[in-house]
């Protein structure tokens, strides 16, 4: 199944969450399990010959794709959520959305100084919520492999805020 076929099978909502915002639900994918799985894959070929540690998932879309290509590449999974729902001690980035901000952590202990970490999620669109996530890891000292997504909205121009880094998507837009 290739990637125009994948995004066939993504249903576009107008107007939500909010008037002008154009929504890309990905339910209709995921339930679709050829194409659940395929998805899966094309983000994982270009990592499957690197040394993944830890792969860090994004509250919450990311985690769909994130534990079952941290399974397939023998790594760790690491969550990355909002404000108040880890248990332990946690280190914290507040970074700005497209309206207003918002704020992610991640447990002080979960990352090892010099492990490689492959940072997923289900969406790329400004950029703001993987660069807080991209702080967040080189706080506790982890390697940022790379960055990669199912979807990518490229008209917002995300990947040009990440500043160089290695990232990779399956969909654009």
Do not use: C, W
């Not at 894959?41 to 993944?52: A, F, K, Q, V």
Request: no cysteine; proline share 5%.
């Amino acid at each position: 199944m290739s990637a125009e076929e994948l995004r066939a099978k993504i249903r576009e909502i107008p107007d939500f969450p909010k008037p002008g915002i154009l929504f890309y639900d990905i339910t209709t994918l995921l339930k679709d399990a050829p194409a659940y799985r395929e998805a899966i894959d094309l983000m994982l070929e270009p990592y499957r010959d690197e040394r993944i540690d830890l792969v860090v998932g994004m509250e919450s879309r990311g985690f769909i794709f994130s534990a079952p290509m941290a399974y397939q590449l023998d790594a760790g999974l690491v969550p990355v959520r909002k404000l108040g729902k880890l248990p332990a001690e946690t280190v914290t980035v507040e970074y700005a959305l497209e309206y207003g901000s918002n704020t992610l952590e991640i447990h002080r202990d979960a990352i090892q100084p010099g492990q490689r970490v492959l940072i997923v999620d289900d969406l790329l669109a400004t950029g703001g919520t993987v660069g807080g996530t991209i702080d967040l890891v080189e706080r506790l000292r982890g390697e940022v492999v790379a960055l990669a997504f199912l979807v990518e909205l490229e008209f917002l121009r995300g990947r040009e805020r990440l500043q160089g880094r290695r990232v990779t998507s399956v969909i654009k837009y």
